[in-house]
């Protein structure tokens, strides 16, 4: 889209309010890839998410760690940057159900917003349509402090969501401007499209963006992984960047382990520290690291092959299933930390998102004659 294609209309900062209907669903990437591509049109962008959700430590933090990831990305000055109000935590939960925090947030969300200098205000709001009502900050009431449209991002894995949809337009009303469906598996990405689409416009519910399911999203690198696991990295710490799309266990024969382990792609591969003959096989697929279980580290023979081939070796004090869930649930998660995600999310949702459609729904510009 030609930056020129477009001028803009001389009025007060316009608000969008970017919620999703449950957790990870990729709100943080929407807002990347519209804001990236706003910037690009000359338009200023402001960024708030009052509702805190990721941090390293909560008592130490003020400022949820996507949303500072995200205006450093966008290298948005302090003054278009809106504070973290409160962290949802089960403390800060706990101190408002005791009647112990008083705070009005509703006026605290007033007061912050970066409204001044921006063009266009993208306000993160809570994962889902029920999040943040303890504290009036749900994203039907946040809407309706910030006069904000709201766009509603959802992972779309069945079409039985339709409902969960259609339930979201009744509770948002006229708020809603529009939905993306994201995360859309290959194995339906047809009836969405042909189907699901149609149905959820004709029901006043416009599409902006069908984005599909994505491996390079939903992968973790090695370095989060090993944050995660609090492991001991025995072996070509040089390549924790490498990420990691599946996650394989090593618990079964040599024979069926090599069969196992050829399916895989950019796997993580957990195995007891003892399993020389597992580690050997996964060392010769696509592994992507190595995490051994059991306190046994690995033989001398395991730590030249993992060298040579360049994988990561990581030892935990976890045994196998803490340690298998502890990784699905950060493959779960999808976060946009890893250099590699950036320029793809960008691209994807170039390609697959209707900004045009956007712009002219809020009034942020004009087609130039």
Same mark, same amino acid.
């Given at each position: 889209?030609? !930056? &020129?294609?477009?001028? !803009?209309? +001389?009025? !007060?900062?316009?608000?969008?309010?970017?919620?999703?209907?449950?957790?990870?669903?990729?709100?943080?990437?929407?807002?990347?890839?519209?804001?990236?591509?706003? +910037?690009?049109?000359?338009?200023?962008?402001?960024?708030?998410?009052?509702?805190?959700?990721?941090?390293?430590?909560?008592?130490?933090?003020?400022?949820?760690?996507?949303?500072?990831?995200?205006? %450093?990305?966008?290298?948005?000055?302090?003054? @278009?940057?809106?504070?973290?109000?409160?962290?949802?935590?089960?403390?800060?939960? /706990? !101190?408002?159900? @005791?009647?112990?925090?008083?705070?009005?947030?509703?006026?605290?969300?007033?007061?912050?917003?970066?409204?001044?200098?921006?063009?266009?205000?993208?306000?993160?709001?809570?994962?889902?349509?029920? /999040?943040?009502?303890?504290?009036?900050?749900?994203?039907?009431?946040?809407?309706?402090?910030?006069?904000?449209?709201?766009?509603?991002?959802?992972?779309?894995? $069945?079409?039985?969501?339709?409902?969960?949809?259609?339930?979201?337009?009744?509770?948002?009303?006229?708020?809603?401007?529009?939905?993306?469906?994201?995360?859309?598996?290959?194995?339906?990405?047809?009836?969405?499209?042909?189907?699901?689409?149609?149905?959820?416009?004709?029901?006043?519910?416009?599409?902006?963006?069908?984005?599909?399911?994505?491996?390079?999203?939903?992968?973790?690198? *090695?370095?989060?992984?090993?944050?995660?696991?609090?492991?001991?990295?025995?072996?070509?710490?040089?390549?924790?960047?490498?990420?990691? %799309?599946?996650?394989?266990?090593?618990?079964?024969?040599?024979?069926?382990?090599?069969?196992?382990?050829?399916?895989?792609?950019?796997? $993580?591969?957990?195995?007891?520290?003892?399993?020389?003959?597992?580690?050997?096989?996964?060392?010769?697929?696509?592994?992507?690291?190595?995490?051994?279980?059991?306190?046994?580290?690995?033989?001398?023979?395991?730590?030249?092959?993992?060298?040579?081939? &360049?994988?990561?070796?990581?030892?935990?004090?976890?045994?196998?299933?803490?340690?298998? /869930?502890?990784? %699905?649930?950060?493959?779960?998660? *999808?976060?946009?930390? /890893?250099?590699?995600?950036?320029?793809?999310?960008?691209?994807?949702? $170039?390609?697959?998102?209707?900004?045009?459609?956007?712009?002219?729904?809020?009034?942020?510009?004009?087609?130039?004659?």
């Amino acid at each position: 889209m030609p !930056k &020129e294609g477009y001028e !803009k209309t +001389q009025q !007060k900062s316009k608000c969008l309010l970017i919620g999703s209907t449950a957790s990870y669903s990729g709100k943080t990437a929407t807002i990347l890839g519209i804001a990236h591509q706003m +910037q690009a049109l000359g338009m200023k962008i402001a960024y708030s998410k009052p509702l805190g959700t990721c941090w390293s430590d909560p008592v130490a933090s003020i400022a949820d760690e996507d949303a500072i990831f995200l205006s %450093e990305q966008l290298q948005l000055p302090p003054e @278009r940057i809106g504070p973290t109000l409160l962290f949802l935590q089960p403390e800060t939960i /706990e !101190k408002r159900l @005791r009647g112990e925090d008083h705070i009005d947030y509703t006026q605290s969300l007033l007061t912050s917003l970066p409204t001044g200098t921006a063009d266009l205000v993208l306000l993160e709001g809570p994962s889902t349509l029920a /999040e943040g009502s303890l504290f009036n900050l749900s994203l039907r009431q946040m809407s309706e402090l910030a006069d904000a449209s709201v766009l509603l991002v959802t992972r779309f894995h $069945a079409l039985t969501q339709v409902e969960e949809l259609l339930a979201a337009k009744k509770i948002l009303g006229s708020r809603l401007l529009g939905i993306v469906l994201n995360d859309i598996p290959n194995r339906i990405l047809a009836p969405v499209k042909t189907i699901v689409a149609p149905f959820l416009e004709g029901e006043g519910i416009p599409i902006f963006g069908m984005l599909a399911a994505s491996a390079l999203l939903r992968s973790v690198s *090695v370095g989060e992984i090993a944050n995660r696991l609090n492991a001991e990295v025995v072996c070509r710490a040089d390549k924790l960047d490498l990420m990691v %799309e599946s996650l394989k266990i090593g618990a079964m024969n040599i024979n069926a382990a090599l069969k196992y382990f050829y399916e895989g792609q950019n796997m $993580a591969v957990v195995t007891g520290g003892d399993r020389t003959d597992i580690q050997l096989a996964a060392l010769e697929t696509s592994t992507q690291c190595l995490i051994l279980t059991g306190q046994v580290r690995p033989v001398p023979a395991i730590l030249s092959r993992a060298e040579e081939v &360049e994988v990561p070796v990581l030892c935990v004090d976890l045994d196998t299933l803490t340690t298998v /869930e502890i990784i %699905e649930q950060t493959l779960g998660q *999808v976060r946009l930390h /890893e250099p590699t995600k950036l320029g793809y999310i960008k691209q994807l949702m $170039a390609e697959h998102f209707q900004y045009d459609r956007l712009i002219a729904a809020m009034g942020l510009a004009t087609a130039a004659v």
